[in-house]
């Protein structure tokens, strides 16, 4: 059965850092790529950037561009989201979701998703 488990979220002032992980078991890391994905007070899911099986990563929201970056780390059966300069827009419940194979944008390519850990960025 695949799991995920999405950690570290918090609260964080404007401009601050923070590092999300999402811990994953009952499958081969190796073989499945990781996309976060995130839901903001009153809209829709959106992805943010998979990380690709070799470790590439692809970005769908253009705002995170240059201020959030995913790595995995195979042997750890992890993958992470570090995420800087953060403001109030970042606002939202992150997810991590899974899928066999090569990275997908939309959310029904995904059977795979953790509960989701709450980032809040306010003064």
């Known amino acids: 059965q695949l799991q995920l488990v999405e950690s570290g979220g918090a609260l964080v002032q404007p401009g601050g850092s923070l590092r999300l992980s999402c811990a994953t078991s009952?499958?081969?890391?190796?073989?499945?790529?990781i996309t976060w994905f995130r839901q903001a007070p009153g809209k829709d899911r959106e992805g943010v950037l998979c990380?690709?099986?070799?470790?590439?990563?692809?970005t769908y929201a253009t705002s995170v561009e240059g201020r959030l970056t995913g790595v995995r780390d195979n042997a750890k059966k992890a993958a992470y989201l570090q995420m800087s300069s953060l403001s109030s827009e970042d606002t939202a419940v992150y997810y991590c979701?899974?899928?066999?194979?090569?990275?997908?944008?939309?959310?029904?390519?995904?059977?795979?998703w953790g509960q989701g850990t709450q980032v809040t960025v306010s003064s």
């Open positions: 979701a899974a899928r066999r194979g090569s990275c997908a944008r939309g959310e029904s390519w995904y059977s795979a």
């Open positions: 009952g499958f081969t890391l190796d073989d499945y790529a």
């Open positions: 990380i690709a099986v070799g470790g590439s990563t692809i």
